[in-house]
């Protein structure tokens, strides 16, 4: 624990002019990010008495080693400059908002020549228009159902798409009239994209005028006696509004407004935010975060609208946006909004009317959204807790081990030797930091010295990452570091090996060698789920029905199943790897073109140098290369079938690295 007035800076060297500013820690980590009118004000609060800081406040000063700033223009550029930087270097102390599910959105893909209705999760793509997002996705599936009728735009996959213009008949959709047929001709590419675009119109709320040209065209159909067109249309148009019944109206006036509601308490909070476009709810989305900064509700609302806006552009963000209080910077964050969307935007507190009561519900979503995750949150956080507890009594330990680092070897009889190293913080799988290694320094079987290397290599990452963060810095100067996440930065307080006796010592013996002592390591033999330690004889049994037994046996399995992917993964490329594979140089673009150039490799063995030279991208020395290659590599035997007996000639087409290329050629 660091005292921070052993890097208090000095009084005159903060400037008094609007900034960002960042602690690091002892491993020069970024632990905190924030921004503030005057840096000479708010570090100064920062670096008073530390029983008159707030509890979270006092451990972030207490955990850093140093402070740093940026200097800005604007207050508008600090709010930009510090949600880049909480995005890039995701610091410990600083809000993070966590969705507690995966939204999916309605999209339509306009980037495509045939634009295609789908449902969407995940980050937003350029060229695809986005409507939710959506509690589930049968809600939206519904909606789709409904409009096909009135607006018949491509649904399928690109596979069945393809597979129908091949053989000149539509799928399903096409025959009941739920689908355009593009595939076949039906549509031209305009006027399915128009179709598309009317399909996005009434989506973001331009119903009334739609409704209004079906209504005109179904009377124009009746007087002129086409009763079956004008009963086309009447059905065209029970179908939108049942779509539209599905969300009703909260807002008059068509209004385009984001409304953001939190509920907290001293340790959580939680964020509702509802979409209502066109005067409807068209979509809802909740965060959950723990309080692990000194913030009050407007802080969690500007932190909130960063996560929210932050990667938005245009119309996805509105004209309006509703917040249960205005943030201390709400000028400078109503024009970095304005900014994002192009035009103005308004950023308030609704005060009477229907807007306000929306809020209200806003409201009640956000406290049932905190009580729900409290409720299903205590139960696990308690049984982490004490597995961590029961982890720390049998290995002796000083503390409970935070951050367990676990090692596995996988290998099939001594071919593609890896290893794997999975973390868990807080009892939590960190997969962010899972680490995957080819064992180097020797060939063959041998699990003991396989685990030596490995963390051997882990450890030895971590002393050059403390040497050239400064930690171990040369006398001439202080090492360099940009405050971003390293990938083997920080040490473990367990190290556990999936193994006995043998792979316990070795991994003891890799730490002692590199001088690292302050890493208990232990093992988890998998026959009798005994831990082992280094040194001992006899093993450490905790009993079946232990909370610490239970998350070693995760943590040993979550590294036995990374280390056989990833072993597997490697087998199967090397299963698949070609004589094109041994050419230095060549890519997989121009593999393939020399391969569907010449039909198969069997043609490109054959083939001159001049001849290999006519492909696109070849030049002659490339050719020469590929040549030498392949007169070198040895064809195997001819491939049989084992059904019929038949040899199986390789005269088809087949990309480099196909079954029917491999059959014959490797």
């Not at 820690?25 to 800081?53: P, T």
């Not at 213009?165 to 590419?189: F, N, T």
């Not at 593609?416 to 060939?443: I, N, P």
């Amino acid at each position: 624990m660091a005292d921070p007035s052993s890097y208090r800076p000095r009084p005159g060297e903060i400037p008094d002019s609007p900034g960002v500013y960042k602690f690091r820690d002892e491993h020069r980590r970024v632990i905190y990010v924030g921004k503030a009118k005057s840096l000479r004000q708010r570090l100064a609060s920062y670096f008073q008495d530390l029983a008159g800081l707030h509890p979270r406040t006092a451990t972030m000063v207490t955990t850093a080693a140093s402070v740093e700033w940026t200097v800005v223009s604007t207050e508008v550029e600090a709010l930009q400059l510090e949600y880049s930087w909480i995005k890039e270097f995701d610091p410990r102390f600083n809000v993070k908002y966590r969705d507690d599910k995966s939204y999916p959105s309605l999209a339509v893909t306009l980037n495509e020549q045939y634009p295609r209705v789908q449902v969407m999760r995940g980050p937003k793509k350029k060229g695809v228009r986005y409507f939710g997002p959506y509690g589930h996705a049968w809600a939206i599936r519904e909606t789709v159902d409904l409009m096909l009728r009135v607006f018949p735009v491509r649904t399928c996959s690109a596979g069945v798409f393809k597979r129908s213009a091949q053989i000149g008949r539509p799928c399903l959709l096409g025959y009941i009239g739920k689908c355009s047929a593009p595939c076949v001709g039906r549509i031209s590419p305009e006027g399915h994209r128009e179709l598309a675009e009317d399909f996005c119109d009434f989506m973001a709320g331009r119903t009334g005028a739609y409704l209004s040209r079906l209504e005109k065209e179904m009377q124009d159909a009746a007087e002129e006696m086409e009763y079956e067109r004008a009963a086309r249309l009447r059905d065209d148009m029970g179908a939108l509004r049942r779509a539209m019944e599905k969300n009703a109206v909260v807002l008059a006036d068509a209004t385009d407004a984001d409304l953001m509601a939190v509920a907290e308490d001293e340790l959580e909070a939680a964020v509702q935010i509802f979409h209502v476009r066109g005067g409807r709810v068209r979509g809802q989305r909740g965060w959950v975060t723990d309080k692990v900064e000194a913030v009050d509700t407007a802080g969690l609302v500007e932190h909130a609208l960063q996560q929210l806006y932050g990667e938005e552009s245009g119309e996805s963000v509105p004209k309006e946006v509703l917040v249960p209080v205005l943030p201390d910077d709400a000028p400078a964050l109503g024009q970095w909004l304005a900014g994002r969307r192009g035009s103005q935007v308004s950023l308030r507190v609704p005060q009477r009317g229907d807007k306000k009561s929306l809020m209200e519900t806003v409201h009640r979503n956000a406290q049932q959204s905190l009580a729900l995750h409290k409720t299903k949150r205590a139960a696990d956080l308690t049984t982490r807790s004490r597995a961590l507890e029961e982890i720390a009594e049998a290995l002796d330990l000083d503390g409970a081990p935070l951050r367990i680092e676990c090692f596995d070897v996988s290998h099939l009889q001594g071919d593609d030797v890896v290893a794997s190293m999975v973390v868990f913080e807080d009892g939590l799988a960190r997969k962010s930091e899972y680490r995957r290694f080819q064992v180097k320094g020797f060939e063959g079987q041998d699990d003991v010295r396989s685990m030596h290397e490995v963390v051997s290599r882990r450890f030895r990452r971590y002393l050059q990452e403390k040497l050239r963060t400064g930690e171990w810095a040369p006398e001439d100067g202080e090492a360099e570091d940009d405050g971003r996440p390293r990938r083997f930065a920080y040490p473990p307080q367990l190290v556990v090996v999936d193994g006995g006796q043998p792979q316990v010592a070795a991994a003891r013996r890799a730490l002692e060698e590199l001088g690292i002592d302050d890493v208990a390591v232990c093992g988890l033999a998998k026959r009798l789920e005994e831990v082992w330690l280094p040194g001992e004889d006899d093993p450490v049994v905790l009993p079946r029905t232990s909370e610490g037994l239970y998350l070693l046996q995760r943590v040993r399995d979550e590294a036995h199943r990374f280390a056989l992917q990833y072993q597997r993964s490697k087998r199967g490329k090397r299963l698949k790897a070609g004589p094109l594979d041994e050419v230095p140089g060549l890519g997989e673009s121009r593999k393939h073109a020399l391969v569907k150039h010449f039909g198969s490799v069997k043609k490109l063995r054959q083939a001159t140098i001049d001849q290999i030279c006519e492909v696109p991208g070849i030049g002659r020395k490339t050719a020469e290369t590929v040549a030498a290659a392949l007169a070198q590599a040895v064809p195997a035997g001819p491939a049989v079938n084992t059904a019929t007996g038949e040899i199986i000639e390789d005269e088809a087409p087949a990309p480099a690295g196909t079954p029917s290329e491999r059959g014959t050629e490797q």
